[in-house]
């Protein structure tokens, strides 16, 4: 008997923790409760997240799916202000400015029911900021927080990228273009860029009058003189109302007022300087040269190009002085002059990589040759055929690493790097390895010097603004012409001469 209620006790122990396990397994109708827990109705609304005041807005919400077969929905709309309305898709405008949360229940006739969420911001005013500076966007980021809080709509299109000057621009223009749409209902333009780019961008994208009666504020540290040579070209071309140019702390007046007049007169209180650019403000016989550039750009030449060729009496100025008075040895006029164009085109960081790659393997490439019995120019274009092959490299690695600085280099300014090797080659053939990097360092400065001169703003702003300053270059370079003195290197060489003579 003790035995059997001992048998009986074991079963119930191994049999228990089955059993409560069992109990706690859902059963068919806790299944079916939830499943109809679940959400059925899968509410969508497409629209604006920002509207003037007392324009309308659609909110539509035929997007919306019901997971039941056979089911009949409703909507109905709170939105934020007081007032409702149903339908799936709703017309809507609001009285008054502010952030509004826009709330959609839909329901079938299975008692389904789904709740979704919309924010508007309702404007009084709006503007379009253009901006490509990296260094003020902690800046531009706290004005687009207080022009919220003045129920101001802030429309941005910002180009922050690491491309050098040269290339910024497109890029700038590329964006811009993809955004024409901003400016439709719009009346003032807020530019904010290095240099003139934001002006002479604006003049290459005016389509079908885009800017035509907008005021156009361009914010710049730059000299006055200059600019307004540039912005009265660019008012011819795009036609807008005017063009006031302005200091940094003109952005934060914008959004304080609601017409231009008023801005002027707070500029004046706070005794922020500008200048306005409008039909008053007249060629001056001088400027011949200003409205060939200007014109130029009016027919869709890049002033990036412009500035570029605009840039080159300067180089070889640069080049010329350093040769003559300072004594380094340049190779010539034309390979610093060609380096230095290339380092602005692809940036000083990524040409002085590119220019050591190709030397580099150019060098190896030689020495790897030299053992071989050939003629001179099949075995550069040998040279010239593996450093085409390392130029396909570095691109590929770019690729592969997704740095788009790279990725996006114009290719022909390597392409005229690349012909630095004919003559690094040479040099090495007839002088030696350690002369030929001695010579190229010289003259890869003189290229260094004159990249930061040439990309020194006030300078680009200065000759586009005034090309005829390039002919103070040519006189300049006759006066260079006739120098007779020693030079500045000589002087260090002859040290010893120089201390005897004076004993």
Excluded at 75 to 82: A, C, L, V
Excluded at 205 to 230: P, T
Aim: some cysteine.
């Amino acid at each position: 008997m003790l035995r059997r209620i001992l048998l009986i006790l074991v079963l119930l122990a191994n049999l228990a923790p089955t059993a409560l396990a069992f109990s706690f397994l859902p059963s068919e109708e806790d299944e079916a409760v939830e499943l109809a827990e679940e959400p059925q109705i899968q509410a969508v609304i497409n629209a604006k997240t920002n509207v003037e005041v007392n324009k309308s807005i659609i909110f539509d919400a035929t997007a919306t799916e019901d997971l039941m077969e056979g089911a009949e929905l409703t909507y109905e709309w709170f939105f934020g202000d007081g007032n409702r309305q149903q339908g799936p898709e709703v017309v809507h405008s609001y009285a008054e400015s502010g952030e509004y949360e826009v709330t959609l229940v839909v329901r079938d006739n299975f008692e389904n029911q789904a709740t979704v969420l919309h924010d508007v911001f309702v404007y009084e005013n709006s503007l379009v900021l253009i901006t490509n500076i990296h260094d003020e966007k902690e800046r531009v980021d706290r004005f687009i927080e207080s022009a919220t809080n003045e129920r101001v709509y802030v429309r941005l299109i910002e180009s922050y990228s690491n491309q050098s000057a040269f290339l910024a621009e497109e890029v700038l223009r590329n964006d811009i273009a993809e955004n024409i749409s901003y400016f439709n209902d719009i009346d003032t333009v807020i530019v904010m860029t290095r240099g003139s780019i934001g002006l002479t961008v604006l003049s290459q994208l005016d389509q079908s009058g885009v800017f035509k009666d907008k005021n156009i504020i361009f914010i710049s540290d730059q000299d006055f003189g200059s600019l307004k040579n540039i912005a009265r070209g660019v008012f011819t071309t795009i036609n807008p109302k005017q063009i006031i140019l302005t200091r940094i702390e003109a952005v934060w007046v914008s959004i304080e007022t609601f017409d231009i007049v008023d801005f002027i007169s707070v500029l004046d209180e706070r005794a922020i300087q500008y200048e306005v650019v409008d039909e008053k403000l007249h060629v001056k016989p001088w400027n011949v040269m200003s409205f060939l550039v200007n014109s130029m750009i009016e027919r869709g030449v890049p002033s990036n190009t412009l500035q570029l060729v605009l840039m080159l009496p300067v180089i070889v100025t640069v080049v010329a002085f350093m040769k003559q008075v300072v004594g380094l040895t340049t190779l010539g006029v034309y390979t610093p002059s060609i380096l230095a164009l290339s380092f602005i085109a692809l940036d000083i960081s990524y040409g002085l990589l590119f220019l050591f790659a190709i030397l580099f393997i150019g060098t190896l490439t030689r020495l790897f040759l030299k053992r071989y019995r050939l003629l001179y120019i099949p075995r550069m274009a040998i040279v010239m055929i593996i450093v085409s092959f390392t130029i396909l490299l570095l691109l590929l690695l770019g690729a592969y690493l997704n740095i788009t600085q790279i990725v996006g280099i114009s290719v022909f300014p390597m392409l005229i790097m690349s012909t630095m090797v004919e003559k690094f080659v040479s040099i090495q053939s007839g002088k030696g390895l350690k002369s030929a990097v001695l010579l190229i360092t010289e003259a890869v400065s003189v290229a260094v010097l004159c990249y930061f001169i040439a990309e020194w703003t006030l300078l680009k702003v200065a000759v586009l603004g005034h090309p005829e300053i390039i002919f103070l270059f040519l006189l300049f370079n006759v006066f260079l012409a006739r120098w007779t003195g020693l030079r500045l290197v000589e002087y260090a060489r002859f040290r010893d001469i120089f201390r005897h003579l004076e004993e």
